[in-house]
């Protein structure tokens, strides 16, 4: 009954450090994404801070990669040292992903106060230029979430830009994709995205910030069952003389 215990914790060892494989790659794919994604929203969002989790949890892949070579040959080779070994790394990135957990939900909270202290300055700074950083990132918004202004596009009248043109009109930006011809003058304000931008980059910014949360969660509970495997491994190898290997077949340790 032992033996059949221990030669499943093997071999559900052997698979948790596949998955550790492929888990490195999804926590770098989504650390990336978070990066790539900030820079796009970068001027709604001055807390530079809000990238920890983030460089964290590409840290973090990388280790898995690791982690997951070193339990994989500690597991096969029945390696006492090499599975202590494996299970204090395991141990530090669970505290490590626990960090990122409680960062991500600290940072979370504060998305909202920073876009609504960002917004206006980066809205007052448009001045319709594709060379120009604030003007850029706002048209790119306004584009991909589908909005116009801060609250709606009426607020366009209180900007600099607006008040500079005076040609009674919002960035072209602003106009729907299926209007033809929208030169997102405000005459024809069906023409243009009716929601404010404020509060979609918010719920853009707290979204990408919850896939943080959520990736460090599963993988913090994978890395739990892989531990107890582990453990479960060790106190059979101390206890248990006669120690059969996963591949090769019984032998003695």
Same mark, same amino acid.
């Given at each position: 009954?032992?033996?059949?215990?221990?030669?499943?914790s093997?071999?559900v060892l052997?698979?948790?450090?596949? $998955?550790?494989?492929?888990a490195?790659?999804?926590?770098c794919?989504i650390g990336?994404?978070?990066?790539?994604?900030?820079?796009?929203?970068?001027?709604?969002f001055?807390?530079?801070y809000?990238?920890i989790?983030a460089?964290? $949890?590409?840290?973090?892949?990388?280790?898995?990669?690791?982690?997951g070579? $070193?339990g994989?040959?500690a597991?096969?080779?029945?390696?006492?040292?090499?599975l202590?070994t494996?299970?204090?790394i395991?141990m530090?990135?669970?505290?490590t992903?626990v960090?990122?957990v409680?960062?991500?939900?600290i940072?979370?909270a504060?998305v909202?106060d920073?876009?609504?202290? #960002?917004?206006k300055k980066?809205?007052s700074?448009y001045?319709g230029?594709n060379?120009d950083?604030? #003007?850029?990132a706002?048209?790119?918004?306004q584009?991909?979430?589908?909005c116009?202004?801060?609250h709606?596009?009426?607020?366009w009248?209180?900007?600099r830009?607006?008040n500079? #043109?005076r040609?009674?009109s919002?960035p072209?930006?602003?106009c729907q994709p299926?209007?033809?011809?929208?030169?997102?003058s405000l005459t024809?304000?069906?023409?243009?995205?009716?929601?404010?931008?404020?509060a979609?980059?918010? =719920?853009k910014?707290?979204e990408?910030m919850?896939y943080?949360i959520?990736?460090?969660?599963m993988?913090a509970?994978?890395?739990?069952l892989?531990m107890?495997?582990?453990c479960?491994v060790l106190?059979?190898r101390?206890? =248990?003389?006669v120690y059969?290997?996963?591949?090769?077949?019984?032998?003695y340790a």
């Amino acid at each position: 009954m032992g033996q059949c215990g221990i030669t499943s914790s093997k071999t559900v060892l052997v698979f948790l450090n596949l $998955i550790f494989w492929a888990a490195a790659g999804i926590l770098c794919y989504i650390g990336a994404y978070v990066f790539i994604t900030y820079d796009d929203y970068d001027h709604f969002f001055e807390d530079v801070y809000t990238l920890i989790p983030a460089v964290v $949890i590409i840290a973090v892949g990388a280790l898995l990669f690791i982690i997951g070579l $070193i339990g994989c040959c500690a597991t096969v080779r029945e390696s006492r040292c090499g599975l202590a070994t494996f299970v204090i790394i395991l141990m530090l990135v669970f505290v490590t992903e626990v960090a990122v957990v409680v960062l991500g939900y600290i940072y979370r909270a504060k998305v909202e106060d920073e876009v609504n202290t #960002s917004i206006k300055k980066v809205y007052s700074e448009y001045n319709g230029t594709n060379s120009d950083a604030p #003007s850029r990132a706002i048209d790119y918004v306004q584009r991909q979430l589908h909005c116009c202004g801060i609250h709606s596009y009426s607020d366009w009248r209180d900007t600099r830009w607006f008040n500079e #043109s005076r040609n009674n009109s919002v960035p072209v930006s602003c106009c729907q994709p299926n209007i033809k011809n929208c030169t997102g003058s405000l005459t024809h304000p069906g023409d243009l995205y009716q929601e404010g931008c404020e509060a979609l980059v918010t =719920d853009k910014l707290k979204e990408i910030m919850m896939y943080v949360i959520l990736a460090a969660l599963m993988f913090a509970a994978i890395q739990m069952l892989g531990m107890l495997c582990s453990c479960v491994v060790l106190c059979r190898r101390g206890h =248990d003389p006669v120690y059969e290997l996963l591949i090769t077949g019984g032998t003695y340790a």
